[in-house]
């Protein structure tokens, strides 16, 4: 016996490869002839992030640069500053991926090694991680009608990550010292972080502003030993075009420094009280869509014996957007004493979520002056933030400010004011029901059966077992709802 069917697809984006990739960099660096020669190198620090990602020919291919900044001493004991950009990329190939795949890719640094080769030269190995996660567009095949039978239908809500992205805001900024300040000298070091402070999202376009926070440390021009620092904010902001994006849809974005360069400038006094800071922020750009979705996961044929073929759809449910503030108290050790800090910069890696909490990584990098003179110090701290417990989530965390206190000669009492953006889900898998087809036409000559039905027991399964007709059953019997309230006897009627 054949019954007329139509199909159709529920189609979701999965996430189909994931993995963490180290990332080596090996360098070698020679400063330009305008800096002077390099005597001692007091601190080096890598900055990498990612510039474009991007999938084609079943080939996922991740671009990124790696920011070398170094401060070091002079023939005559000065401190001098220097800075190097290197590009690195990485090709991976992922099999049967569709036209719609797209890939997201995060970055943090583990550390960061350097050797004098001589005066001119500097040998910089750095070591990255490198997370990637492939998405792309799975199509579940569905009965979605057949002839005499009777389909379940369930609305649920899931939630689809729609795209991912990589982008940049450009920035360019001139800001003037204090008038108390004194002139500069040379900028010896920067620390620097940005914070996402406002984001919206109209059809095919997202609006994202941030404040960019800027600290120099630098030496005064009337005394090349003496240290100052000064520190300014400022925001920026960027339309930027996006296809498939809608009003009500879901962003989580991150942000981090990607190029940033300094420059001095003269004033009308011709002493120099105005620092350009140029560059751009980096932004890893996630959206996430939550929609109500009919599917078909259960079937049987009226009066007739079947067989049903089954998929499991995994899907994404009970999605929250949590958007908090937290301040946490971090130890950070270094392993030497410690007379003074002259600058503490911040970066946050490692950011994971796993049953309701939220794990991540501080890593810290410390001018300051120690018993053996001005050296740089670096140290990581790992902190924990509970949040309401999900099987997963996309988080993003920004600083949006911080400060400390020198607690004793190797230990700093680090207060840090975290943003909190993290979309939480729950994991589930969805029955669908692909197919459906006959085995035996069931020749029953009662129109009438009595059945001894229990608590809780669906009225679809009822009907699935005796080939009968849901609604049928619940009008014969005066019932309501989807489950039996108590044991009783029901009546099924022949469909």
Known sequence: MSNQKEYSCLEKNCNVYSKAIDIDGEYQETLPAYLDDVYRVVKCVANSYVTSADISFNEAKIYGKSLIQITYYNENSVLCYADFEEDFSKVFT??????????????????????????????????????????????????????????????????????????????????????????????????????ITDTKIIKDKVLIKANVNVSVLYSADTDENELEKTSYSFSVSKIIDRSGIDDGDILIADASIGSIFFKVKGSANEKVSVINVYGDVALNLVFIRREEIDVISDGYMLGAKSECKYSDVPAYIDGRLISDNKLINIPLEFNSEINQIYELSLKLSAVSYNEGTIKGEVQATAIVDSDGGITSLGTSSDFKIVIDKYDDAVVSLDIESFDYTLADSGRVDLRLNLIINAFCFNKVTLPLLED?????????????????????????????????????????????????ESAQVLIIPKA
């Open 436 to 484: 459906m087809n006959v085995t035996q036409q069931v020749d029953d000559k009662h129109t009438l059966t009595v059945y001894f039905g229990k608590e809780n027991e669906r009225i679809w399964d009822i009907a699935k077992d005796f080939l009968a007709d849901e609604n049928d059953i619940k009008t014969e019997n005066s019932l309501s709802g989807e489950a039996l």
């Open 94 to 195: 992922v099999d049967n991926l569709s036209d719609s795949s797209f890939v997201r890719a995060c970055i943090s640094e583990k550390y960061t090694n350097f050797r004098v080769i001589n005066q001119r030269r500097i040998d910089i190995h750095t070591m990255s991680v490198l997370n990637i996660c492939v998405y792309d567009c799975i199509k579940y095949p569905t009965l979605c009608s057949c002839e005499n039978s009777k389909l379940k239908s369930d609305k649920i809500e899931i939630s689809n990550v729609l795209a991912s992205y990589v982008d940049k805001i450009d920035f360019d900024e001139d800001f003037s010292l204090p008038s108390e300040s004194k002139p500069v000298g040379r900028i010896i070091s920067a620390s620097y972080y940005p914070t």
